[in-house]
């Protein structure tokens, strides 16, 4: 079984980002095709913050949420007790090995995952086994060199090639959002629907919340930790984190984050 190194790690900078996530920005494309009473699967559920989003959607159907984190899973169970979704649980679990029966869910969704797995085939045909006939198996994933921003701040220069190394470094892909109609295929699927949407930072208040997201990311998570390894020092950490935070503060400052998505029939 691969033995996956997650890029980002789970810093509160970046379990706090991920937690700001939303079912509306962050799976719309699998949002029609949802309807009271199915049974869904949510592998790298996080801080279940969309997790408990689609629970909703699905009541009284039931959602399981599954993570390799046990204290993320706490977060997303805390959240899910505050909101009152009664139809969710939280799992640990590994995506190459799903510990569940064939054909179980209507619908098995994946959030910003396939990017940092070794095997992200392997992980959809997993994914796949566990789909009934004719469910979904739902995925999106950004696409970190198809990113663009402005203005041209060199440190943010240097921040895509040091998390390009990073993540290559550790066997994963974080270009992931165009490969993944190729990955699907590979992994047996005869049905997809690709589509892509954007996450825009683009307002004083989502700029400045971006840039500080991952200006404490560059300084105290995983990537901090992972980038010393490939040779940067502190200083450097310090310098990129200074860049995102002066790109934050630019009136005129864009950041747009596109992400694939893929709708594959089971």
Known sequence: MPQDTYSHGHHR?????????????????LLPHLSAGMRMLDVGCGPGSITVDLAALVAPGQITGLDRSEEVLAQARQLAAERGADNTEFTPGNVYDLEFADD??????????LQHLTDPVAALHEMRRVTRPGGIVAVRDADYR???WFPLVPELDEWMETYQRIARGNRAEPDAGRRLVSWALEAGFTEVEASSSNWLYA???RRRWHAGAWSQRVLHSAFADQALDLGLSREDLQRIADGWLRWGEAQDGWFLMPSGELLARA
């Not at 970046?14 to 939303?22: F, G, I, L, P």
């Not at 179980?104 to 995952?113: I, M, P, R, S």
């Open 104 to 113: 179980t869910f209507d619908v098995v969704h994946a959030h910003q995952v």
């Open 13 to 29: 900078s970046v379990v706090n980002a991920h937690a700001t996530r939303t079912a509306e920005d962050s799976a719309a494309y």
């Open 203 to 205: 307002t004083e208040e």
């Open 146 to 148: 198809a990113m663009s």
